[in-house]
């Protein structure tokens, strides 16, 4: 059991599950803004546009109501409300990749510092200079 424990620890401290579990975490609330600014603002202006439509409430009811039952009712106004978080969750996170991307080509861009020469380098060019010196005597 102890060892079972100790693989466990191990596999819970590596970076990437940390960081995964960090990713997760900011991802659901994430999550619930996106769909505050889609249910609370983006929808009722939506639903003002086409004519003081309340998205949530459209629905199409099957069948008879039945007494002590609610009745059963496709909600395809919820569904429109669920794709356009969709939309705006994809078009975030698509802008988020495109910003880091380019961060990343900036910084492979920079061109790296020269190095300086190795003790080698610097005696060959000594000699070489002290040569094309004596060869121009």
Same mark, same amino acid.
Do not use: H, W
């Given at each position: 059991?102890? #060892? %079972? &424990?100790?693989?466990? #620890?191990?596999?819970?401290?590596?970076?990437? +599950? %940390?960081?995964?579990?960090?990713?997760?975490?900011?991802?659901?609330?994430?999550?619930?803004? +996106?769909?505050?600014? +889609?249910?609370?603002?983006?929808?009722?202006?939506?639903?003002?546009?086409?004519?003081?439509?309340?998205?949530?409430?459209? !629905? /199409?009811? &099957?069948? !008879?109501? *039945?007494?002590?039952? =609610?009745?059963?009712?496709?909600?395809?106004?919820?569904?429109?409300?669920?794709? *356009?978080?969709?939309? /705006?969750?994809? &078009?975030?996170?698509?802008?988020? /990749?495109? +910003?880091? @991307?380019?961060?990343?080509? #900036?910084? =492979?861009?920079?061109?790296?510092?020269?190095? =300086?020469? @190795?003790?080698?380098?610097? &005696?060959? @060019? !000594?000699?070489?200079?002290?040569?094309?010196?004596?060869?121009?005597?």
């Amino acid at each position: 059991m102890k #060892k %079972l &424990l100790e693989e466990f #620890k191990a596999f819970v401290m590596r970076g990437n +599950v %940390l960081d995964m579990a960090v990713g997760v975490i900011i991802a659901g609330a994430f999550g619930k803004i +996106v769909t505050s600014l +889609v249910n609370d603002i983006l929808m009722p202006i939506i639903g003002m546009i086409i004519g003081n439509v309340d998205f949530s409430s459209l !629905e /199409i009811k &099957l069948g !008879e109501p *039945v007494e002590g039952a =609610e009745q059963a009712a496709i909600r395809y106004g919820m569904f429109i409300q669920e794709v *356009v978080n969709f939309l /705006i969750i994809a &078009l975030c996170i698509f802008i988020f /990749i495109k +910003v880091v @991307t380019s961060l990343q080509k #900036k910084k =492979e861009e920079a061109p790296a510092p020269t190095p =300086e020469p @190795t003790k080698e380098e610097v &005696l060959l @060019t !000594e000699i070489r200079d002290a040569l094309n010196k004596m060869a121009d005597k």
